[in-house]
């Protein structure tokens, strides 16, 4: 049998298999021989040993398409960052640095700004004009009245999502939208475990149809300094590409240096002064940075 863990606590995998559900897994002794550690994400072999007490061992690991590591999870498609149009306000500067710790990790990405019940149009209008070209998909909606939850869905069919995201942006209450017909309850696991309170600090997929997960990562909820120098951070900007020819100067920095494509660009309103902003800001904090 073929299936996914969904979660990995104290020795044992929680794997969901097609049609059958998650059964409480071991992983064989001869992944600590090879130094191999599954991780959630993965997809494994299960040698199924008690059908009603949904018992296994897991017997091999399939190919892993990535790795992230922090948090320590495998086989992601892509990201889902979800931000609230107000209340709380958002903190664009974060969104920017979400957007650009996915791209390292050569993640598609799709923001979400949710609670568009309770929007102004004006503040919806601003944000859609600052991200129509960052290279990712945005999408408003609102999680109290499902407007725009089902073309959401269609976007995650037959991926593996992680969902990432500051607190108090009604992100749980969008994951629980999206699982409203999931085939797989998330409470089966936790009846299972009955680990306490720490069980919440691990990444746990939850399985809302055919080949379709989202992943709760607790591990990104916040960001400090990335891995990353100063003269890289305009790749993580796609909207600056087209001005760049313009630069006087090969490897412009689009800061301080004179005639720039990028800051002409700016002033003629065709990149976002937002964006611009948080730029220069996320070039000043790495330029500044120590290094040991």
Do not use: W
């Not at 700004?113 to 290279?135: M, P, S, V």
């Not at 037959?158 to 749980?172: D, E, F, L, N, R």
């Amino acid at each position: 049998m073929q299936g996914k863990i969904v979660k990995g606590i104290a020795g044992f995998y929680y794997v969901h298999i097609e049609d059958l559900g998650i059964y409480e897994c071991k992983a064989r002794g001869s992944f600590r021989k090879d130094k191999l550690k599954p991780l959630v994400g993965d997809d494994v072999d299960v040698e199924i040993l008690e059908e009603e007490g949904k018992k296994g061992n897991i017997t091999a690991l399939l190919p892993r398409r990535n790795t992230l590591l922090r948090p320590a999870v495998a086989n992601v498609d892509q990201a889902l960052v979800i931000f609230a149009i107000t209340k709380p306000a958002p903190s664009l500067n974060l969104l920017d640095r979400f957007l650009i710790m996915m791209r390292q990790h050569q993640l598609p990405c799709i923001i979400c700004f949710n609670k568009q019940d309770i929007a102004k149009e004006e503040e919806r209008r601003i944000l859609a004009a600052t991200y129509e070209n960052c290279g990712c998909k945005v999408l408003f909606l609102s999680a109290l009245t499902e407007d725009g939850v089902g073309d959401l869905k269609v976007l995650l069919q037959h991926k593996t999502t992680a969902v990432a995201g500051p607190s108090g942006v009604g992100k749980s209450s969008l994951v629980n939208r999206l699982q409203s017909d999931t085939v797989m309850e998330t409470g089966d696991i936790s009846k299972k475990v009955e680990r306490g309170r720490h069980t919440t600090r691990h990444s746990e997929l939850l399985a809302m149809g055919e080949k379709t997960y989202i992943m709760d990562t607790p591990g990104f909820s916040s960001l400090g300094v990335f891995e990353l120098e100063k003269e890289e951070l305009a790749e993580y900007y796609p909207e600056f590409r087209p001005f760049e020819p313009d630069c006087r100067f090969k490897g412009c920095s689009h800061v301080s240096e004179p005639v720039c494509g990028v800051k002409t660009a700016l002033e003629k309103g065709l990149i976002s002064r937002t964006r611009y902003d948080n730029y220069t800001l996320l070039y000043e904090e790495l330029k500044n940075r120590k290094k040991y």
